[in-house]
T-cell receptor
Framework: GIQVEQSPPDLILQEGANSTLRCNFS?????LQWFHQNPWGQLINLFY???GTKQNGRLSATTVATERYSLLYISSSQTTDSGVYFC?????????????FGKGTHLIIQP | DSGVTQTPKHLITATGQRVTLRCSPR?????VYWYQQSLDQGLQFLIQ???????AKGNILERFSAQQFPDLHSELNLSSLELGDSALYFC???????????FGAGSRLTVL
């Protein structure tokens, strides 16, 4: 099946800093989503972005499908941004395997 | 509140027992997905239903089964429980089965 690698695995930043999280995938995809799992365990869908660029407030994401990677940018970090960020993909074969999740980037924003 | 409701939030049981987890999708969503999150395996896709029919099957054990009812709620049944089944079980829903997911808060299962 499709492989998803996220980097870095851990990231500790001060409040106000900017960060870039990366997701590499092993095959062509027709579905890519970014999720944030907050410290209480809730998974929140941030972006559906199989290609192109999207922005939502301080967060933006870019997927370069031809080069098989996606980036999540967080600007002016706040302590509430802490948690684990997951990238999840679905290959061109369709949804038979569901979304495949990466292992996540654990982000800690210190005040 | 995501609109996807899962019950119970927490469940503690013993090995060999059987439990049922329940999920109500967002209003208007036809597709329900079940995922398991454990420390060693991460987030794993278990199964998907669309409008009452099984659409996709992932790494779901034979001891586990699921169904989606006519009112679109879904249940995940876990039987002959083992210590390794302890995990957070998520339900998610989407409008049309296109895999753009909204997750519920999860059900945390502890098997002692």
């Amino acid at each position: 099946g499709i492989q998803v690698e996220q980097s870095p695995p851990d990231l500790i930043l001060q409040e106000g800093a900017n960060s870039t999280l990366r997701c590499n995938f092993s095959d062509s995809v027709n579905n890519l989503q970014w999720f944030h799992q907050n410290p209480w365990g809730q998974l929140i869908n941030l972006f559906y972005i199989p290609s192109g660029t999207k922005q939502n407030g301080r967060l933006s994401a870019t997927t370069v499908a031809t080069e098989r990677y996606s980036l999540l940018y967080i600007s002016s970090s706040q302590t509430t941004d802490s948690g684990v960020y997951f990238c999840a993909v679905e290959g061109l074969g369709g949804g038979a395997d569901g979304l495949t999740f990466g292992k996540g980037t654990h982000l800690i924003i210190q005040p | 509140d995501s609109g996807v409701t899962q019950t119970p939030k927490h469940l503690i049981t013993a090995t060999g027992q059987r439990v049922t987890l329940r999920c109500s999708p967002r209003s208007g969503d036809l597709s329900v997905y079940w995922y398991q999150q454990s420390l060693d395996q991460g987030l794993q896709f278990l199964i998907q239903y669309y409008n009452g029919e099984e659409r996709a099957k992932g790494n779901i054990l034979e001891r586990f089964s699921a169904q989606q009812f006519p009112d679109l709620h879904s249940e995940l049944n876990l039987s002959s429980l083992e210590l390794g089944d302890s995990a957070l079980y998520f339900c998610a829903s989407s409008v049309d089965g296109a895999n753009v997911l909204t997750f519920g808060a999860g059900s945390r299962l502890t098997v002692l």
